[in-house]
């Protein structure tokens, strides 16, 4: 497992000395994510990059590494206002009136 003082980048070179490709479960702890949670990525398109290999699926390090940076960001308001913005009905709380 990963210590605190491990960087992503010792983590990844050490990876790739090793193999080219890596598991679900390899993939998943390298995210920091469960497999499950990779799994269901993979269904709905959201997911890292994969490759399959006859029946099994492998992903390279390099592909999980973009997805990741991909994903980075500096706040949380604009995924909050993305919900809102999807949300058919408006939440009931947002209709009370304010205390006195």
């Known amino acids: 497992m990963v210590t ?34 990779l799994e269901k990525m993979r269904t709905t398109g959201d997911g890292p990059v994969y490759h399959k290999h006859g029946r099994y699926v492998r992903y390279r390090i390099a592909d999980l590494d973009a997805w990741s940076t991909a994903r980075r960001t500096s706040s949380t308001s604009k995924y909050g206002q993305t919900l809102l913005a999807r949300r058919k009905h408006p939440s009931p709380k947002a209709n009370r009136p304010a205390p006195d």
């Open 4 to 37: 605190p003082t491990e960087t992503n980048t010792d983590r990844a070179g050490e990876v790739r000395k090793e193999r080219s490709f890596l598991t679900t479960v390899e993939a998943a702890s390298y995210v920091y994510l469960s497999h499950r949670t």
